[in-house]
């Protein structure tokens, strides 16, 4: 078992790195971050068996060097050994968080999460925060970045590659978007983008309640499976079995 090392803590909240083997057994663990609160959600592998770690930061020090104002989508680059190559800060002068992160087919990379910025990075801002999707290269340089989402609060959670080579995107809004009007609350939403970021597919569901999607897949035959949450019992949601229920979701 190799010995967990440079496991050095900065402040309340860290990027937690561990890589382990088949077994269970650490091969290396890694803290990330500043004096403040960073939060990772999603990793991904890089193609030298390095991984990309993504997530929020409010730190200014530390390993944070670029901060751009409240918090930040954040994300650190590590070789296969877990040491630190570079780390980048994305966002405006408000609050950014970032969700998850896939690898494009062209060797870049494509982060979602949402934005309450309407500076800096963030080139539009619609509502009281946005869904906010930024293609990125191996350097940590952006390549585009897009806001979805219309007045309300819209966030992205999650994003998968398509056998079609189109985006699927989901999370959650309180905004009527695309002809789409709000169930109440918050919705479950899923929207498909293209590789340049162009909208090809928008759907919401819920209920007059809480509803939450926060994963998805695509099956062999090319449908959507979509999990989440739900505290509503009408509109799309058909029953509910108590406070708060799971949520699975099929789209042809």
Request: negative net charge; proline residues 1%.
């Amino acid at each position: 078992m190799g010995a967990p090392s440079k496991a050095t803590l900065h402040g309340v909240g860290e990027f937690w790195g561990i890589l382990m083997d088949q077994n269970g057994d650490t091969i290396w663990r890694r803290y990330f971050g500043g004096s403040s609160n960073d939060r990772s959600y999603d990793v991904v592998e890089t193609d030298d068996g390095g991984f990309i770690m993504i997530g929020g930061s409010e730190s200014t020090d530390f390993d944070i060097t670029d901060n751009k104002g409240s918090y930040d989508f954040w994300m650190v680059r590590v070789a296969s050994n877990g040491d630190k190559l570079w780390t980048k800060s994305l966002g405006g002068s408000e609050i950014d968080q970032g969700y998850g992160i896939t690898k494009t087919e062209d060797g870049n990379y494509i982060v979602v999460g949402d934005t309450r910025s309407s500076d800096g990075d963030v080139s539009a801002l619609s509502g009281n925060a946005d869904a906010w999707v930024v293609k990125f290269s191996p350097s940590g340089d952006i390549i585009w970045e897009k806001t979805f989402g219309e007045a309300a609060f819209d966030s992205a959670k999650s994003i998968i590659g398509l056998q079609n080579g189109n985006f699927a995107i989901v999370g959650n809004t309180r905004s009527s978007i695309d002809g789409f009007i709000n169930r109440g609350q918050n919705d479950a939403w899923v929207f498909i983008i293209d590789g340049n970021g162009n909208l090809k597919f928008n759907y919401i569901i819920g209920g007059s309640s809480l509803d939450f999607a926060n994963a998805i897949i695509e099956t062999q035959d090319n449908k959507l499976l979509i999990a989440g949450s739900t505290e509503s019992n009408d509109i799309d949601i058909p029953e509910n079995k108590g406070s708060q229920d799971a949520l699975l979701i099929k789209i042809k």
